[in-house]
């Protein structure tokens, strides 16, 4: 087990592949499966931001959303027919979302950048909730129909629950392969000091607003293709995936999981959505349970499930 | 829109004075023990639930509501003393953001512990007869209930301030706010002031809680709403500060009143709308001191 | 409340947490339903009075041997009002327990994510509770079918009734979401064709029930009747607030619905001469034979008498088995053009029957009026039945106004 988890630390993106190519296998169905691999990548794309550059963002819901009704209404109510526009249309607005709100908010720090980001995300759901003409408001975003995959070549239907996994899983293996180069890179590094030390780092002549723009809108632009694969696996978007529980959601993943770690926030995403998965058929009281377990977790594993893992590796 | 008469401003006016009040008291537990301990308390909804909760026991046991209104804040204090010396303080020197989490499973588990002993209905607390009935303020007939709220509150606020600047305990509390790292050099337990700081904003929580259960209805996911409203106001106001929490819950709940006369669509978002605009242009609210949980 | 009450009320909230969740009846083969609903959140009760309904009928169709020799199963699973949780718990009642047919929702906008799933899968899906959407194009598929009453029906039906007996000035006071709108809208068309006059119209924030902000401006306009949408704690809220400023001496209050639950928590002193629609009532009882047998069967398994949410699942669940027996076999396609061809049924209050065109269940519902706590004979009786409204389709939206041709 300990070789398992050394060759996973060290070989991130192929660890990667392997264990998500068998992952719906090893779940009690495949639709549960998906769900663990896209709210993974939703708390990927926050932990870039908070594990890797230091900062808590209490609104990223917000890119989740507009990921998710990017691709909606692209489909839905101007009736794209194209999923790679779709997808585009959920990315570009995801990103442009987290480029303005971004540059606002990090005016800010600390608390008050938390906090501002979460004002900006309530503001995206009351703007959805009442543009319903465009985002159907609380009754949700419904109608949207999953075109079948254009590729050179062939076109694949997603009808079923296991083509539409290992769609999403080959857009989540590219998003995880490009965080991977993103961390390596000199920029990644540039994150990593700022969450360090922040001022040493901008003592060294590094342009520390830049940096942090751009881990903004990277972690934006994960959160955004989440929730643009969400909107096609329910084929709906509820006005709740703007709503601040849902940043909430993912806070917890990624912290159940381990921030700061590569995959901490998959391992968390998959305890969470399971344990409630499974839990809820046993008890009513689920949250009950739930609730004890995350205490349990931070009061006794601090660093997370994959954290705890990768520290008993030893340096 | 019926005509806007004076009458309906002003009453509308002396409506946010209430809904500002139990912000006050959320926000001032919630600063205070942020200002002090750094601790972001996302149980501060439940304990509020909590109160509610408690003060519809007692009532039920003793038939007296003002033995519960002073008997539920007290056991909601009990309840954070042993959150803080049990849950919250082996989190000291950790991740800042553990107490967060912690707190956050802590509300779930309130919530659903709740829901448990009293049901899933709603339950009901009645005001005590002697303030049932509305007064005749002269431009509007006004609750009697919501004026002792306020009342209450205006007096509980006095003794805060009497009790943080008027005695030694307070002083140090005001000071640990301000330099921890001093405070402890000079030899004062610092862990135990955190434990009475805990206890009284919890307490103040329970407070609002059974304030706010006459007049809402007593239900499990009550606190869950009020403890954004109450961040902001703490935001607003500046961490730390009691005269900002103080003032911004007042101005508040003018907001929504107001917003709601005019806007009623807009009501819940302008709470929002004011703390993205104070932090953009005062960066750690309008009464916060700069450095302070930055 | 009294020390009893109080204590019954500990016992009831023990009693609610050693309820079973899963239900497996005994032996291999099985009709499994599943059944999402609210049972965690602000609904709970609700979706507590649905379950136990459902499990009536489960009960009642056991215990004569099942359906073509297979027992009904029910699955009951928690949507946490989210239409997310309540599209992924239906993923995993079909893909992971199999589930050939769903009953389910409480809330319209989890009712339509568990139908977005269940026309992708192909499985039969009787919603059970209010949606003017779920049967109109273009969320209906040929498999949804919707048992339980729509705003339309039921402010049509209590905003007529108002206007002819309570007065015609009118301030409607709404929840400002889907429900509350579609009501709003329903009722100001109602009360133009009465001839009446509406002086004011206003939306609050769902789940914030600070009326204090509006109810001095609606007791300056004198309005002869006060129409509200506030749902679930809203509900309390509300009716607290306004009788603290004295509006019930001033005007008439009507709401489109009553919930069994809101009047158990709120008692006879909030509900007294309110008035509202409901789809079904236990005290109904006394008139109806088939209510007399529902009622005796929910009463002997749970204690308590029945809300209108249960009764829509007995009645859905009921309805799966017919369908079952009149297609002679457990598939959804076969069962949804069974029901069709036999449309009309009655298992609890009078006929009922399903259109064609929409697979709505039309169905009588009655006017009622909170009972003074003087007048209440037992604790359950909270309601005084004013008047019955007869099923009507004329009540609802015509095929045309949906979206069929």
Partial sequence: MTTLRRWIATHPVVGFLVVFAVFPFLVPYKALATQVLIYGLFALGFNLLYGYTGLLSFGHAAYWGLGAYGTGIALAKLKVGSLWLALAAGLGLAAAGGAAI?????????????MLTLAFAQLLYFVGFHLADWTGGDDGLRGINLPPLALPGATISLDTSLAFYYFAFALVALA????????????GAVLQAIRENSERASACGYDIQRVKHLSFVFSALFAGLAGSLDALRLSLVPIESLYWTTSGQVVI????????????????????????????????????VVGAIFMAFVLFLPKGIWGTLLARLGP | MAELTLATLAAQVFTGLVLGMILVLLAIGLSLIFGLMTVVNFAHGSLYMLGAYLGFFLIGYTKSFWLALVVAPLLVGA????????????????????????????????????????????????????????????????PLYRLFVIGVTIVVLVALFLFLEK???????????????????????????????????????????????????????????????????????????????????????EVVSLTTLFAPKFAEIMVFVVMALVLLVRPSGLFGEAGLME | MNRRAFLATTAAGAAVAAFPTVLKAQGGDTIKIGFPGPTTGPFGALAKDQ??????????????????????????????????VGAQRTKELIENEKCEFIVGGLAAHVQMAINEQTKKAGKLFISVSQSDEITARPDWGPLTFHEALNPTITSRAVGTWVAQNLGKKWWILY????????????????????????????????????????????????????????????????LKQAISFGMKKEMKIAQPLHWLPQLKEGGPDLYADIYA?????????????????????????HNEPPGDYGAYAYSAIHEVARGVALAKVVNSDAVASALIANPVYNHYKGKQWWRTCDHKAFQDLWIVKGRERSKMKGDWDFVDIVQKVAASEELDRSCKEKGFV
Avoid at chain 1, 274 to 283: C, H, M, N, Q, S
Avoid at chain 3, 57 to 73: C, D, P, Q, R, S
Avoid at chain 3, 194 to 219: C, D, M, R, W
Avoid at chain 3, 290 to 296: C, L, T
Wanted: net charge neutral; proline share 5%; glycine share 12%.
């Fill in chain 1, 253 to 288: 993943m990624t912290l159940l999981g381990g921030a700061g770690t590569f995959f901490g926030p998959f391992v968390g995403a998959a305890t969470f959505l399971v344990l409630e998965d499974r839990l809820a058929v046993f008890t009513e009281s689920w949250p009950l």
């Fill in chain 3, 277 to 301: 629609g409901i789809s079904f009532s236990w005290q109904l009882e006394e008139a109806i034979p088939e209510a007399k047998n529902y009622v005796a069967l929910y009463r002997k398994k």
């Fill in chain 3, 51 to 84: 379950q136990q309904g459902a499990i009536v009928a489960m009960e009642e169709i056991n215990a004569t041997g099942g359906v073509l020799g297979k027992k009904v199963e029910i699955l009951f699973r928690d949507d946490q009002l989210k239409p997310a």
């Fill in chain 2, 167 to 253: 005695t030694n305990v307070g002083l140090i509390i005001r000071a640990g706010s301000r330099d921890p790292l001093m405070v402890k050099a000079l030899g004062f337990d610092l862990g135990r002031v955190w434990l009475l700081v805990f206890g009284i904003g919890t307490a103040l929580a329970g407070l609002a809680g059974i304030l706010a259960g006459p007049m809402r209805g007593v239900y499990a996911e009550m606190g869950v709403t009020i403890i954004i409203e109450s961040f902001v106001v703490v935001v607003v106001g500046g961490m730390g500060s009691l005269v900002g929490a103080i003032v911004a819950g007042i101005a508040i709940g």
């Fill in chain 2, 79 to 142: 309840f954070g003393l042993a959150v803080e010396r049990f849950l919250v303080r082996p989190l000291y020197g950790r991740s800042i953001d553990d107490p967060l989490l912690l707190t956050f499973g802590l509300s779930l588990v309130m919530v659903e512990t709740v829901r448990l002993i009293w049901g899933k209905i709603g339950l009901t607390l009645d005001p005590p007869r002697e303030l049932a009935g509305a007064v005749n303020l002269g431009f509007t007939y006004f």
């Fill in chain 3, 175 to 238: 929840a400002d979401y889907a429900w509350g709108k579609q009501n709003n809208a329903v009722l100001s068309e109602v009360l133009k064709r009465q001839g009446g006059v509406l002086l004011g119209s206003t939306p609050y924030p769902l789940g914030n029930p600070e009326f204090s902000a509006h109810l001095p401006k609606i007791l300056a306009a004198k309005p002869e009747v006060l129409i509200t949408m506030t749902p679930g704690a809203d509900n309390i809220a509300f």
């Fill in chain 1, 176 to 187: 995880v392969a490009g965080l991977r180069r993103i961390l390596d890179s000199p920029f």
């Fill in chain 1, 102 to 114: 971004g540059f606002l908010c990090l005016r800010r720090r600390g608390i008050y950048f938390a």
